[in-house]
């Protein structure tokens, strides 16, 4: 039995709890500058809630227990609603704490804070607050730890932000999360986390559906670590493949063994910040199974016709998260 705690916004569980699991998932998220919009784009929080709730509604019907909002601080985390949501459905939801990858972050800030002082002491600091302690004054503590890299390289903010994820995992024990770009670098995320002393057993390197070449995965998996398809159901853009290729390689990778190491999710955002979207018509196709029922209702399906077992589908969706959190 697991002795570990996992971190929920309403309050602590058992790893043997979370049931089947959804690892990387965003009930809201904005774009650093979302903010700035919202005397045209107010936050409307009633209304986020009433549409997260109806889906998470809906996901529990489908079997679902626990859903990780992976959510950076420069993301529009708002781990009040979270716990809103949570409440109103029954369904567990993680927050994260950390920092997204340079691109698309809040590098401004910390590169300012860098150039007077040591950040990195004050991310941890920040860290260990949000998960011992909790976030602002709400008491709601952090369950993972979520960073991220660029394509096809790690800049130094990255590597810092890493290093302080590292020196937090190994004084709490929660798990770190992370975030590749356009499938690239998930070996050298590990190496590097590894490197400064994290178990394997409680890193998840995301966004492995990105990149279907073999050697990739394997590189990554041979690590120990866990690997995250969590951007079904998202294709043609931002680099992401069709579901119809990716499906042959993770069933691939279930009968080569390493379905004890997968994990699938969906990267879905359920509420945008700041201004509506309006999508090219094109585009929507592309998108129509980006949602986290998508799991259910298409993807475990299409894997037992692949010939994976319904004992292979249970490791993926309920006890790999178990395993990530209690190790």
């Given at each position: 039995m697991a002795t570990a705690v996992v971190n929920t916004v309403t309050g602590p569980v058992s790893p043997d709890d979370l049931g089947v699991t959804l690892m990387h998932e965003h009930i809201l998220y904005g774009y650093p500058g979302w903010e700035g919009d919202q005397s045209i784009a107010p936050f409307d929080g009633p209304a986020m809630v009433k549409n997260s709730v109806a889906v998470l509604e809906m996901l529990k019907s489908l079997g679902l227990k626990t859903y990780v909002d992976a959510t950076a601080l420069d993301g529009g985390r708002c781990p009040e609603i979270y716990r809103e949501v949570s409440e109103k459905t029954g369904i567990q939801i993680v927050c994260s704490t950390g920092y997204y990858y340079e691109g698309e972050g809040s590098s401004a800030y910390w590169k300012f804070r860098s150039a007077l002082g040591d950040a990195a002491e004050e991310l941890y600091e920040l860290y260990m607050r949000e998960i011992t302690v909790g976030i602002r004054d709400t008491g709601i503590r952090a369950g993972v730890i979520k960073v991220g890299t660029s394509k096809d390289g790690i800049t130094d903010y990255e590597s810092m932000m890493l290093k302080?994820?590292?020196?937090?995992?190994?004084?709490?024990?929660?798990?770190?999360?992370?975030?590749?770009?356009?499938?690239?670098?998930?070996?050298?995320?590990?190496?590097?986390?590894?490197?400064?002393?994290?178990?394997?057993?409680?890193?998840?390197?995301?966004?492995?559906?990105?990149?279907?070449?073999?050697?990739?995965?394997?590189?990554?998996?041979?690590?120990?670590?866990?690997?995250?398809?969590?951007?079904?159901?998202?294709?043609?853009?931002?680099?992401?493949?069709?579901?119809?290729?990716?499906?042959?390689?993770?069933?691939?990778?279930?009968?080569?063994?390493?379905?004890?190491?997968?994990?699938?999710?969906?990267?879905?955002?359920?509420?945008?910040?700041?201004?509506?979207?309006?999508?090219?018509?094109?585009?929507?196709?592309?998108?129509?199974?980006?949602?986290?029922?998508?799991?259910?209702?298409?993807?475990?399906?299409?894997?037992?016709?692949?010939?994976?077992?319904?004992?292979?589908?249970?490791?993926?969706?309920?006890?790999?998260?178990?395993?990530?959190?209690?190790?």
């Open positions: 302080v994820a590292a020196r937090v995992q190994k004084e709490t024990g929660v798990p770190i999360i992370t975030h590749t770009q356009e499938g690239t670098m998930g070996p050298e995320q590990a190496a590097l986390l590894i490197a400064e002393g994290v178990d394997p057993a409680k890193i998840q390197i995301g966004h492995m559906s990105d990149n279907l070449d073999m050697d990739y995965q394997q590189r990554t998996l041979a690590q120990g670590v866990y690997v995250s398809w969590d951007r079904m159901g998202l294709q043609g853009l931002v680099g992401c493949p069709m579901d119809e290729q990716r499906y042959p390689v993770m069933i691939e990778l279930i009968k080569k063994g390493h379905g004890n190491r997968l994990m699938i999710s969906h990267d879905c955002i359920l509420n945008w910040l700041g201004r509506p979207l309006t999508l090219p018509e094109e585009v929507l196709p592309l998108i129509a199974n980006w949602n986290p029922a998508h799991l259910f209702q298409n993807i475990i399906p299409v894997l037992k016709a692949g010939g994976v077992m319904d004992e292979q589908i249970d490791t993926i969706v309920r006890e790999n998260p178990c395993r990530l959190f209690a190790a």
